[in-house]
């Protein structure tokens, strides 16, 4: 099984206008609500692949009822803490000649309510996967991630942590088995410029000896590289198509790169599978669907061989 965790998820409300005036009334052209959340994002696209999940986190009030709602209408399998106060937050998404994003902060988390989540962590069993997505909320202790990490350190859990600076670095003594960084976020945790291959393996396999097993590093125009376990480099470029939507690529190819792993325990297939993912995400206006995964996957990547 694979498991989720979005501390901080969000319902996306997204507004179109046609011009914005500061100094008059706007009137929306049209109107659309999204789930949100970095893990949530990881979920649906496991679900699409076929792979069974359940997603963690908190939510709470009126809002955290709805967006638990179109999880499951879309088949996600949660397994959401509600809270005793507060709502899930609204982000806010003005896309008119300018873009303006209001993101909310989130409601309070008790000491309580956060030892919840842990004890659903503690029944997580030997070859099941977690994954750890995002920011954490301000109402939380800033080591939650290692809290997490540490009390599955005797376990086989193949844990994957998709954060950056600090929140990274600090966890990698738990060795997980996936970091993701972006290669200008990888630059930075050495605090250097990442611009050649060379560049992202050395500073990648840095990683590895404070850890971590294997390496992500998506690189926009120009693809992704894995360094894995075996230290072995991998590198594929993009498929050809319109860039359409930025928001969720990156989570997209953390659950493609998953589903690979347990479909075919093969770094090089998981790579594709994941790099598919990214890249029809990025083609559409929402989450990729499966055909549309599989599409990318199938006619891509012609020059990249498995």
Do not use: W
């Amino acid at each position: 099984m694979v498991y989720t965790v979005t501390l901080n998820p969000a319902l996306d409300y997204v507004m179109k206008v046609g011009k914005l005036r500061y100094d008059d009334i706007n009137r929306t052209t049209a109107e659309e609500i999204y789930y949100g959340g970095k893990g949530i994002n990881v979920s649906v696209i496991l679900t699409r692949l076929g792979i069974p999940n359940t997603a963690l986190g908190f939510l709470g009030g009126f809002t955290g009822k709805k967006l638990e709602e179109m999880l499951i209408a879309d088949g996600i399998n949660c397994d959401f803490n509600y809270l005793q106060s507060g709502d899930t937050r609204i982000n806010v998404k003005i896309k008119a000649d300018t873009e303006v994003d209001v993101n909310a902060c989130g409601p309070k988390i008790t000491p309580d309510e956060a030892s919840t989540l842990l004890s659903k962590i503690d029944a997580i069993q030997d070859g099941d996967y977690l994954i750890l997505a995002g920011s954490i909320p301000n109402t939380l202790p800033d080591d939650i991630y290692e809290r997490i990490l540490g009390r599955l350190k005797e376990k086989n859990v193949s844990c994957v942590v998709d954060a950056t600076g600090d929140l990274l670095m600090n966890v990698l003594k738990y060795e997980p088995f996936l970091v993701k960084p972006n290669h200008h976020e990888l630059g930075d945790l050495f605090g250097v410029e990442t611009k050649t291959d060379e560049d992202i393996i050395k500073y990648a396999k840095e990683l590895q000896k404070l850890g971590a097993k294997n390496v992500l590093v998506s690189r926009a125009k120009d693809g992704a590289m894995l360094i894995d376990e075996h230290g072995e480099s991998h590198k594929i470029g993009n498929a050809d198509g319109p860039l359409v939507n930025s928001v969720g690529c990156g989570d997209s190819m953390v659950a493609g790169f998953v589903a690979g792993c347990i479909q075919e325990s093969n770094y090089s297939y998981a790579l594709k599978l994941g790099s598919a993912c990214g890249n029809a995400t990025a083609f559409s206006e929402e989450l990729a669907t499966k055909d549309e995964i599989m599409r990318v996957f199938v006619t891509g990547f012609k020059d990249y061989k498995v």
